[in-house]
């Protein structure tokens, strides 16, 4: 797949030489984001911003970068490190349950010791519980929406 729309979303892949960003956030840590832009498309987000770094001319919502990074090559670099998965986009989007790569990466940071934060909307995350429970310190934040489905 190099480029596709389903539903109304342009899909593309982009690689990417490291998934791990180091974080400025108070969370601390390091920011961890499976894929650029986000399909909620929620009218309040503020990682809408992000749109001006993609080079995407869509508007926020509707396009979404399916990232490839090679594999983490020493997990144990983030023993004792927040690592939070889903600070501009939801860790697990709709897409997720196709592509796959929050579960990829929690595949890769398995023993690795870092404290895991997940950021979504979703109960797709409980998919992942197995590799969750092998994990030592993780936290899922989950946001609810309102019921004003225009908002």
């Not at 593309?12 to 984001?33: A, F, H, Q, W």
């Not at 670099?77 to 501009?88: H, N, P």
């Amino acid at each position: 797949m190099a480029e596709i729309v389903e539903s109304g979303v342009l899909i593309r892949d982009v690689e990417t030489k490291n998934i791990m960003t180091k974080s400025t956030l108070p969370v601390g840590g390091y920011s961890v984001n499976p894929y650029v832009g986000c399909t909620h498309g929620c009218k309040y987000c503020y990682a809408s911003f992000m749109k001006r770094f993609t080079g995407h001319t869509e508007p926020w919502g509707t396009f979404l970068d399916v990232k490839h990074w090679p594999a983490i090559k020493n997990p144990r670099k983030y023993a004792g490190q927040r690592v939070v998965i889903g600070s501009v986009t939801d860790g697990y989007l709709p897409q997720e349950e196709q592509f796959g790569n929050a579960r990829r990466l929690l595949e890769q940071l398995k023993g690795s010791g870092a404290e895991i934060l997940i950021c979504t909307k979703s109960d797709l995350v409980v998919r992942d519980i197995d590799l969750l429970k092998e994990m030592g310190k993780v936290t899922v934040s989950w946001s609810i929406n309102t019921l004003d489905e225009g908002f």
